[in-house]
Structure formats: C-alpha cells, structure tokens
Nanobody, 126 residues
Framework: QVQLVESGGGSVQPGGSLRLSCVASGLTYGGNVVGWFRQAPGKEREFVATFRWDNGATYYGDSVKGRFTISRDRAKNTVYLQMNSLEPEDTAVYYC???????????????????WGQGTQVTVSS
C-alpha cells in the first residue's frame, strides 16, 4: 500500500524559501511518478512539479518554473520541493501525489494520480 507523508510547510514572507518533503512508502518497482500539486481556497487543484522515478526527468507548472525545484533522495524514498522567491500567490495546501506509468500528456492532471498525501499548508504573507 502506497503512503505519502508530507512535511515542511509553514509561513514565510514574500521572497523567502521553504522546502517540502514527501516520504513515499510502498512504491512497487517501475514506472513510478511522484509529484506535487497545490490547492488554494476556492480554486482548482494545480499542478506544481513531478519527478519520474526511473530516469529522474522533471516537469514543472508554468507558474513555478525557475523558482521551484523538485528532487529525490533515492535512499530515503523522499521527494523534495525546494521553493524559492515565494509570492503570496503561492499560498495553498501542497499535496504530494504518486502514480505509475503516466504518459507526458497526463502528467500534469491531478486525476491521473492514484495516491495522495494529507497535504501541508504553505502561507506567504508579509
């Protein structure tokens, strides 16, 4: 059974940084994709970034390109989201999600992901 546990959320001023962690357990071998989505109040869930477990390929949403970096520690089964130059518009609950064997065209769609963490709040405010 796949379990995803996020941590690292909090409050930060505009321009600041945070690093989120997602510990993934129960992933079976091959084809795994682990990523991050976010959801602000009254808005739809938005794709942030994702990581292909097999080859390390990364993909980003347009609103975070150049500011956020997704990475993995294979030994710890952990995916990180380093968030720099944070803006008030980044305020949301951030969710870790996992799926298998996604093609590129489905990778940025939340319904493509079967497993979800409980979410961690990120608040950017002065």
């Amino acid at each position: 059974q796949v379990q995803l546990v996020e941590s690292g959320g909090g409050s930060v001023q505009p321009g600041g940084s945070l690093r989120l962690s997602c510990v993934a357990s129960g992933l079976t071998y091959g084809g795994n994709v682990v990523g991050w989505f976010r959801q602000a109040p009254g808005k739809e869930r938005e794709f942030v970034a994702t990581f292909r477990w097999d080859n390390g390929a990364t993909y980003y949403g347009d609103s975070v390109k150049g500011r956020f970096t997704i990475s993995r520690d294979r030994a710890k089964n952990t995916v990180y989201l380093q968030m720099n130059s944070l803006e008030p518009e980044d305020t949301a609950v951030y969710y870790c999600a996992a799926a298998k064997n996604l093609i590129l065209s489905t990778m940025k769609t939340s319904r493509s992901y079967r497993h979800w963490g409980q979410g961690t709040q990120v608040t950017v405010s002065s």
